[in-house]
């Protein structure tokens, strides 16, 4: 796949352009306007397809996964309240690019993905842009649970229920977002435990996510 790692005028501005759009789609958080406006995308793209790469939607990446739709990307940030040094659990690399915009945001980053083509691809593209994270390749339906507890846990494809042993991994006080319902539609989720054995749970939006699968899933 060649990449394009030119990031000039051009697209800049088409980052901007991007950050107003999701402004005026009532996207709030500064900060993460701030990442989305930095995080080359186009890099994310063969050059082939640069031109795609800035427009709020979700593009194929191969092995049957996208790259989140921009919005989609910026809603579930917003809902994760990162702080600089967070501990944050990414299930679902995919592209990376969900990933770059938790390590811009000051995170500590945990991420798996069980495509293994996915994986060899950010562990080499990320480095190269200058992003550090933790990479695992495996099934993420049942989170990391050697490396847990986590400050925050953010789920990147469609969950049938939520995995009990991500909760689990879940500090108290922490947030958990996920996408759950069927393989067609799901309702944004978030979760915040409050306590040892409490949780509370708010259902947002609707969203069409890839479906996640695993043991603890599709």
Same mark, same amino acid.
């Given at each position: *796949?060649?990449?394009?790692?030119?990031?000039?005028?051009?697209?800049?501005?088409?980052?901007?352009?991007? @950050?107003?759009?999701?402004?005026?789609?009532?996207?709030?958080?500064?900060?993460?306007?701030?990442?989305?406006?930095?995080? +080359?995308?186009?890099?994310?793209?063969?050059?082939?397809?640069?031109?795609?790469?800035?427009?709020?939607?979700?593009?194929?990446?191969?092995?049957?996964?996208?790259?989140?739709?921009?919005?989609?990307?910026? #809603?579930?940030?917003?809902?994760?309240?990162?702080?600089?040094?967070?501990?944050?659990?990414?299930?679902?690399?995919?592209?990376?690019?969900?990933?770059?915009?938790?390590?811009?945001?000051?995170?500590?980053?945990?991420?798996?993905?069980?495509?293994?083509?996915?994986?060899?691809?950010?562990?080499? @593209?990320?480095? #190269? *842009?200058? #992003?550090?994270?933790?990479?695992?390749?495996?099934?993420?339906?049942?989170?990391?649970?050697?490396?847990?507890?986590?400050?925050?846990?953010?789920?990147?494809?469609?969950?049938?229920?939520? +995995?009990?042993? *991500?909760?689990?991994?879940?500090? @108290?006080?922490?947030?958990?977002?996920?996408?759950?319902?069927?393989?067609?539609?799901?309702? *944004?989720?978030?979760?915040?435990? @409050?306590?040892?054995?409490?949780?509370?749970?708010?259902?947002?939006?609707?969203?069409?996510?890839? +479906?996640?699968?695993?043991?603890?899933?599709?």
């Amino acid at each position: *796949m060649a990449y394009k790692f030119i990031d000039n005028y051009r697209e800049r501005g088409a980052r901007k352009k991007l @950050v107003e759009h999701l402004k005026g789609r009532g996207i709030e958080d500064q900060k993460v306007l701030e990442a989305i406006g930095k995080v +080359p995308r186009h890099f994310f793209f063969d050059e082939t397809f640069w031109n795609q790469a800035y427009r709020d939607i979700a593009f194929p990446i191969g092995d049957g996964q996208t790259i989140s739709q921009p919005y989609t990307v910026a #809603y579930q940030s917003e809902l994760l309240h990162v702080k600089r040094g967070d501990k944050v659990l990414e299930i679902g690399t995919g592209s990376g690019y969900q990933t770059c915009i938790l390590l811009e945001l000051g995170a500590e980053v945990y991420t798996i993905e069980r495509q293994e083509n996915l994986y060899q691809r950010t562990i080499q @593209v990320l480095p #190269y *842009m200058g #992003y550090k994270a933790n990479f695992f390749l495996g099934d993420g339906s049942k989170g990391i649970a050697e490396h847990a507890p986590y400050d925050k846990i953010i789920v990147t494809a469609g969950a049938p229920f939520v +995995p009990e042993i *991500m909760l689990k991994q879940l500090k @108290v006080g922490g947030i958990f977002v996920i996408p759950v319902g069927d393989e067609k539609s799901q309702k *944004m989720v978030t979760i915040i435990r @409050v306590g040892e054995n409490d949780f509370d749970r708010i259902e947002l939006d609707t969203f069409r996510f890839v +479906p996640l699968v695993g043991d603890q899933a599709w």
